[in-house]
């Protein structure tokens, strides 16, 4: 098993910046993602951003050039930098972690508990 621990989320005005985190403990294999979805009121979870344990990373259209996704592997976490933010990017903000014991098993998906951003005057 494994446990996603969350912080960073708050109100910011637009325009503004915040970091999130999300460490994962637990039982943690090499071969592993993570990342962070959203989910506004009345719409679908969307992949924000994650970055892969080979150093892949990968965005929503979105967010690029706004949005930067970082890890620190000797902590297990991952962190979203976001500038420039805007009304848009309102939402629940998930963290994500999967992890596969070799590259023929299938992935194992974790989930945050979820934190709110609000960018609003």
């Known amino acids: 098993q494994v446990q996603l621990e969350e912080s960073g989320g708050g109100l910011v005005q637009p325009g503004g910046s915040l970091r999130l985190s999300c460490a994962a403990s637990?039982?943690?294999?090499?071969?592993?993602?993570m990342g962070w979805y959203r989910q506004a009121p009345g719409k679908q979870r969307e992949l924000v951003a994650d970055a892969t344990s080979g150093g892949s990373t990968n965005y929503a259209d979105s967010v690029k050039g706004r949005f930067t996704i970082s890890r620190d592997n000797a902590k297990n976490t991952v962190y979203l930098q976001m500038i420039s933010l805007k009304s848009e990017d309102t939402a629940v903000y998930y963290c994500n972690y999967r992890q596969r014991t070799n590259w023929h098993t299938p992935w194992s998906d974790y989930w945050g508990q979820g934190t709110q951003v609000t960018v609003s005057s």
């Open positions: 637990g039982s943690i294999f090499s071969i592993n993602a």
